[in-house]
């Protein structure tokens, strides 16, 4: 059972979210609601009281004390069939049973709260993990989770008093509507039933009302997670069967059975430990922070944050394994930056900078600081976007599949699909904007001034970066001749002297684009040109494009600035 609450200031609450890069936002006396704003996105177990709590806990107490339920595993535990089928619709499901906590009206929002959180951004909007809730009892075992043609299933959704069927929900009911469209094209869809066919749920869309609707005062849940990607499914799950335990309850896993191979095996016991242990040396740990602690105060800090610790003292190395309700360690440097928590910033000893210099603009920016006040006076609003994007904005939506145009360097065990490489060019960053500003008057004319990150085996880490400037118009009869003329005085007033070469390229329109090249030096500065209208309706553009870039690093190199 959890520990006795009792009361704390709100001065030693906002000490404690250090723990966790929190502080309180607001507070509101009367109901006793806190406002708190977390700093840290790559730990979706900190979007809960719960997780916030269990992270303080875990530091008062000195060690992180492991759940029953994971290593206390019954002989025979309730079994969830999967469908082969599902293996190309919605592959991977993971489930527990939570008994013993009796939900109040509190824990119910909290719950709740936590579900959307984990399905909406952890789970991208309930693309790669969906959450479903479940009261228990008149569940039979074993549950299947099986492929079923639409119109063949009917129940009553949560929410409504009308039985449909599941394709009527994908029309009419609000969670239809809203997440209809990652069931888009398939003919038979995922549906959750147990060993009497009482339906569930049609996930990722929404439970049933009869077994689907946890209410205040239940006190045996069933939890039930699935998505297209093993990881984050088991360790949403995790997260769920954690919040629970932490609140009394005693979880019982279930094993999942798999017709086909996952990268966890056929037979999955949910919840389980997903993190491997691993290694890094003492002297990475110090060498990161500045100063010298010692294994002991290293393993007391990673202990009393959660890791499972062991040393190798003949080599000064630390053997770290994360909590089951994380699975955030891409780095070394994830783990020291554990450590400096742990230990608390107001312990490491100030240092004064020892020289002191004179700072100044880089010619790159002056020239970059230059060329932004040129385009403002063309009429050109600027943008800031981020450079790490997605593949499919950078190349797929591009035309670029399997061309050198569309080579990329990307980022190794990534998070989030939307952000696993850089850009190799501008101008898919200003047409995500324009996608987005189909309700603005037109004309659009957007440019931006950034970095893009181009491969390059020849460079020292395989890949450089330049800076770019992209330039678009955007409007019912905009033309190839308008933004000639805007790249002609641009050049003009910062003294380069250019011809215009026909190329071929991919996104633009075949004999309406040229690469830029400098006169004197015959140096490729850029291109400029029409984009194909495939491209632009891959974007859900609807009215004519046009776009430059300009490679502001190549410029500087000119000296002629």
């Given at each position: 059972?959890?520990?006795?609450?009792?009361?704390?200031?709100?001065?030693?609450?906002?000490?404690?979210?250090?723990?966790?890069?929190?502080?309180?936002?607001?507070?509101?006396?009367?109901?006793?609601?806190?406002?708190?704003?977390?700093?840290?996105?790559?730990?979706?177990?900190?979007?809960?009281?719960?997780?916030i709590a269990r992270q303080i806990r875990i530091?008062?107490?000195?060690?992180?004390?492991?759940?029953?339920?994971?290593?206390?595993?019954?002989?025979?535990?309730?079994?969830?069939?999967?469908?082969?089928?599902?293996?190309?619709?919605?592959?991977?499901?993971?489930?527990?049973?939570?008994?013993?906590?009796?939900?109040?009206?509190?824990?119910?929002?909290?719950?709740?709260?936590?579900?959307?959180?984990?399905?909406?951004?952890?789970?991208?909007?309930?693309?790669?993990?969906?959450?479903?809730?479940?009261?228990?009892?008149?569940?039979?075992?074993?549950?299947?989770?099986?492929?079923?043609?639409?119109?063949?299933?009917?129940?009553?959704?949560?929410?409504?008093?009308?039985?449909?069927?599941?394709?009527?929900?994908?029309?009419?009911?609000?969670?239809?509507?809203?997440?209809?469209?990652?069931?888009?094209?398939?003919?038979?869809?995922?549906?959750?039933?147990?060993?009497?066919?009482?339906?569930?749920?049609?996930?990722?869309?929404?439970?049933?009302?009869?077994?689907?609707e946890v209410r205040i005062g239940d006190d045996?849940?069933?939890?039930?997670?699935?998505?297209?990607?093993?990881?984050?499914?088991?360790?949403?799950?995790?997260?769920?069967?954690?919040?629970?335990?932490?609140?009394?309850?005693?979880?019982?896993?279930?094993?999942?059975?798999?017709?086909?191979?996952?990268?966890?095996?056929?037979?999955?016991?949910?919840?389980?430990?997903?993190?491997?242990?691993?290694?890094?040396?003492?002297?990475?740990?110090?060498?990161?922070?500045?100063?010298?602690?010692?294994?002991?105060?290293?393993?007391?800090?990673?202990?009393?944050?959660?890791?499972?610790?062991?040393?190798?003292?003949?080599?000064?190395?630390?053997?770290?394994?994360?909590?089951?309700?994380?699975?955030?360690?891409?780095?070394?440097?994830?783990?020291?930056?554990?450590?400096?928590?742990?230990?608390?910033?107001?312990?490491?000893?100030?240092?004064?900078?020892?020289?002191?210099?004179?700072?100044?603009?880089?010619?790159?920016?002056?020239?970059?600081?230059?060329?932004?006040?040129?385009?403002?006076?063309?009429?050109?609003?600027?943008?800031?976007?981020?450079?790490?994007?997605?593949?499919?904005?950078?190349?797929?939506?591009?035309?670029?599949?399997?061309?050198?145009?569309?080579?990329?360097?990307?980022?190794?065990?990534?998070?989030?699909?939307?952000?696993?490489?850089?850009?190799?060019?501008?101008?898919?960053?200003?047409?995500?904007?324009?996608?987005?500003?189909?309700r603005s008057f037109y004309p659009h004319r957007?440019?931006?001034?950034?970095?893009?990150?181009?491969?390059?085996?020849?460079?020292?880490?395989?890949?450089?970066?330049?800076?770019?400037?992209?330039?678009?118009?955007?409007?019912?009869?905009?033309?190839?001749?308008?933004?000639?003329?805007?790249?002609?005085?641009?050049?003009?007033?910062?003294?380069?002297?250019?011809?215009?070469?026909?190329?071929?390229?991919?996104?633009?329109?075949?004999?309406?684009?040229?690469?830029?090249?400098?006169?004197?030096?015959?140096?490729?500065?850029?291109?400029?040109?029409?984009?194909?209208?495939?491209?632009?309706?891959?974007?859900?553009?609807?009215?004519?494009?046009?776009?430059?870039?300009?490679?502001?690093?190549?410029?500087?190199?000119?000296?002629?600035?």
């Amino acid at each position: 059972m959890p520990d006795k609450p009792r009361t704390i200031s709100l001065s030693q609450l906002d000490e404690w979210l250090t723990l966790v890069k929190g502080e309180v936002k607001g507070y509101q006396a009367e109901t006793g609601e806190l406002r708190i704003e977390l700093q840290d996105s790559n730990r979706p177990d900190l979007w809960c009281c719960e997780g916030i709590a269990r992270q303080i806990r875990i530091k008062r107490e000195g060690i992180f004390k492991p759940y029953p339920f994971l290593s206390q595993r019954p002989r025979r535990p309730k079994r969830l069939l999967v469908d082969p089928e599902l293996q190309s619709i919605r592959p991977y499901v993971a489930a527990c049973a939570a008994r013993g906590y009796q939900v109040t009206e509190q824990g119910l929002a909290q719950l709740i709260q936590t579900q959307e959180k984990l399905a909406d951004i952890f789970g991208r909007k309930r693309k790669m993990v969906s959450v479903g809730l479940y009261r228990l009892e008149p569940i039979q075992f074993p549950i299947t989770y099986e492929a079923v043609n639409p119109d063949d299933v009917r129940f009553t959704p949560l929410g409504v008093e009308t039985v449909m069927t599941l394709s009527e929900m994908l029309m009419v009911h609000p969670k239809g509507v809203e997440y209809g469209t990652l069931l888009a094209g398939q003919s038979r869809v995922p549906f959750l039933r147990d060993a009497v066919h009482q339906p569930l749920s049609f996930p990722p869309i929404i439970n049933s009302r009869e077994i689907g609707e946890v209410r205040i005062g239940d006190d045996q849940l069933l939890i039930e997670v699935t998505g297209t990607n093993i990881a984050m499914v088991v360790l949403a799950l995790n997260i769920l069967a954690a919040n629970l335990a932490d609140r009394g309850a005693a979880i019982e896993p279930v094993a999942v059975h798999y017709p086909y191979d996952t990268p966890l095996g056929r037979r999955v016991v949910t919840p389980c430990v997903l993190s491997r242990p691993r290694s890094i040396s003492l002297e990475t740990i110090e060498q990161a922070l500045g100063q010298r602690f010692g294994v002991h105060t290293v393993k007391e800090a990673l202990e009393s944050y959660g890791y499972q610790v062991s040393v190798k003292r003949k080599s000064a190395m630390v053997q770290v394994q994360l909590p089951p309700y994380r699975h955030d360690l891409m780095h070394a440097m994830d783990v020291v930056e554990d450590v400096a928590m742990s230990l608390g910033y107001g312990t490491f000893a100030p240092e004064m900078p020892s020289q002191f210099t004179v700072g100044g603009l880089s010619r790159l920016e002056q020239v970059s600081d230059r060329v932004r006040d040129l385009m403002v006076g063309l009429g050109f609003q600027e943008i800031m976007s981020n450079i790490l994007g997605s593949p499919d904005a950078y190349c797929n939506a591009m035309r670029l599949e399997g061309t050198p145009w569309g080579r990329m360097v990307e980022v190794a065990n990534v998070m989030s699909a939307n952000f696993s490489c850089l850009r190799q060019w501008m101008v898919p960053s200003l047409l995500r904007v324009e996608a987005a500003s189909a309700r603005s008057f037109y004309p659009h004319r957007l440019f931006e001034v950034g970095e893009v990150a181009i491969p390059d085996l020849t460079h020292e880490l395989g890949s450089r970066t330049e800076s770019i400037l992209g330039a678009l118009i955007a409007h019912a009869s905009a033309h190839f001749s308008e933004l000639h003329s805007c790249l002609d005085s641009l050049l003009y007033h910062v003294g380069i002297t250019y011809v215009l070469e026909p190329i071929s390229h991919p996104s633009f329109l075949e004999g309406r684009v040229g690469k830029i090249v400098a006169s004197n030096t015959m140096l490729e500065l850029g291109l400029i040109g029409e984009l194909h209208p495939e491209v632009l309706e891959r974007w859900q553009i609807a009215v004519p494009v046009t776009a430059f870039e300009i490679n502001l690093s190549r410029l500087v190199d000119l000296e002629q600035l």
